[in-house]
Structure formats: C-alpha cells, structure tokens
C-alpha cells in the first residue's frame, strides 16, 4: 500500500531531483499535492518550478499550491547564488500549462489532514519550516494527525551551510523551525551530516545523463548548474545533494542510520541562530523528538535514484 505525502517545497534543483523521485514511486507514494514556500528563490518562482517539474515527470494531475511568501518573523533570506535567478537554472523546461490552484498552501495542509483518518499523511518539507509552523498555529489539533514529517533541514556534525552555525532551510525560518519540533509529531531530520554524504560526482551525473529521457537530462543539467558553487565551497569530487534524501529515506530507511535525540532550534543568539541543537550524545534529559540521520550509504542511495528517474518520460 503507498504512502500519502504532501511535498512541501522550495524549488529549487534538489527539490526538485526529490519530487521527480517521489513521483517515480508511485508503489510506494502517493503524491497527494506539492505546496510551495519562499526559501531558495521567492515564491512566485517556486511555485512556477513546482509546476514545471510535474509536468517534466509527466504528472500534470498532482495539484500544486503556494503558501507563505515570507518567514513568520524575519525579512526573506534566498539563495539565488546557488540556484540562479529563477531557482531551477540550467535546463530550459517550457512555462507551465497546469494552474496554481486557488486555495492556499496552508489551509489546503490543513484542510488535507484533518479530512484524512489520523495517521495517514506523511509532510515531506524540502524548504523552510514556514507553511508547516503556520498550519500548526491556525489549526493545533493536525499535530495529532499527522503520520510523520521527514525534513530536509538541519546539521550537528556538519554544522552550517549558510552561516557557520546553521543550515539554510532551519537559518531562514528559525520560529518555524522551533514551532514543528515542539508540536508532537514523529519526526525525522535528514541534516547536513547525511546529505554531505551523497554527492553528485562526475560518474554519477555521467550516468544520469545516459539514461536518456527528459526527466534525467533535465536533471542532469539542474545538477550540473547547481553544483559549480558547492565545487568551489567544498573543494569536493562533487556536490551534496540534499533533497531528494528525505524520499530515499521513505523508500529505502535502510539506507539510513541515525538515532532518536532531542533537537533544539536556536532562535536569540545573534552568532548561531538557526542552528539545530542535536543532544546526539543523550547529554540532558530532554525529550528524544527526532529522529536524527547521521549515515547514509551513497551508493545505494544514488542506485536508487538513476533506478527511479529511468521510469519517468
């Protein structure tokens, strides 16, 4: 039986790698929507990519929603020196025949979970924390009701990404941030430390680019695009690649190993906020509430990926 997910996004070359996985896997996920949020680029612009990528992966019946445009205290931090102008440079996908839908991002999360029977409907946040917080703060009672959220966010060992102290999705809305992990529900962080793991080498963009199709060349080029500034930054074979971890997870856990520990979002300190406070090692006795990855096998990780992008047009 699939999963239920909601893709919450920020497109974005890996969001957007991880929505064609997810929607490669129709076994295993059901893509129930794909809400966007302003993180690497504004929202105008992930919403557009969000819409282009369903298309691309040949599933233009997946609806696709904005949500919030800005964090919930703080002026909007982008990334456009990784992802380009639009958030999804390097492939020239066409404009998108398929329409926002009207209803907002947010109240479509609510209104999704609390129709659904407990327990049914994983989130899948691949961008800021901002639409999950807000769903949260409208409406408490869907913490109850939702099965898992599995995040792209975070780093303890690897520590930050756009400051030396936090990682950029959790850097770009810290309140959110802090509101999800307080609110209940099973959680599990792909951070920084999995996701410097897997990196798109030389052979492994080779051999997406083999396999031929539109999808795989698109994001082979995506990839391609992206990658240039980490190159530069790591001084890596090849650059992380962050999302579409969080699909692999729910398609493969046993790629993954990491442990229950209590995280914490730093939101005062002018030096680290935004950093995810991992008591990896059991030091206080606050309560375990996420799930902390830590490891992954790249290889199977990206066996997987060139497996599943081969199926789509």
């Known amino acids: 039986m699939s999963r239920k997910i909601i893709i919450d996004t920020d497109p974005g070359q890996d969001d957007a ?23 690497n680029v504004g929202l105008h612009h992930n919403a557009t990519n969000a819409r282009k990528i369903v298309e691309l992966a040949g599933r233009p019946d997946v ?18 020196h990784v992802h380009g102008a639009t958030g999804l440079d390097g492939p020239d996908l066409p404009d998108p025949q398929i ?9 479509y999360i609510i209104d999704t979970l609390m129709a659904a029977e407990p ?20 409406q408490p009672a869907i913490a109850s009701r939702i099965a898992e959220i599995v995040m792209m ?7 930050g990404n756009i400051t030396p102290a936090a ?61 240039t500034f980490d190159l530069v930054k ?3 074979d090849g650059a992380p690649l962050h999302d579409p971890t969080v699909i692999a997870w729910l398609l493969r856990p046993e790629l993954f190993a990491g442990r229950q520990c209590n995280v914490v979002i730093e939101t005062a300190s002018e030096l680290t906020i935004g950093m995810t406070v991992a008591d990896y090692w059991h030091v206080t006795h606050r309560e375990r509430n996420v799930n902390f990855l830590r490891h992954v096998d790249a290889h199977g990780f990206y066996a997987l990926l060139l497996e599943r992008l081969a199926r789509l047009p």
């Open 17 to 39: 790698v991880a929505i064609l996985l997810a929607l490669a896997s129709p076994e295993e996920l059901e893509v129930l929507g794909i809400v966007a949020v302003a993180g």
């Open 119 to 138: 327990g049914t409907i994983t989130l899948c946040t691949l961008g800021p924390l901002t639409n999950i917080a807000m769903a949260l703060i409208k």
């Open 167 to 227: 990682e950029f999705n959790i850097y770009v809305d810290p309140e959110a941030a802090d509101i999800v992990m307080r609110c209940g529900a099973p959680i599990t962080m792909l951070p920084l430390d999995v996701t410097h793991q897997v990196q798109s080498t030389p052979e492994r963009l080779g051999a997406m680019l083999a396999i031929g199709n539109n999808s795989a060349t698109a994001a082979h080029a995506m990839l391609t695009f992206s990658e």
């Open 63 to 80: 609806p696709v929603y904005a949500g919030c445009a800005r964090p919930i205290r703080r002026p909007l931090v982008t990334a456009e």
């Open 234 to 236: 790591y001084g890596w």
């Open 99 to 107: 329409q926002l839908q009207p209803q907002h991002g947010v109240d």
């Open 153 to 159: 966010g975070g780093a303890y060992f690897e520590v």
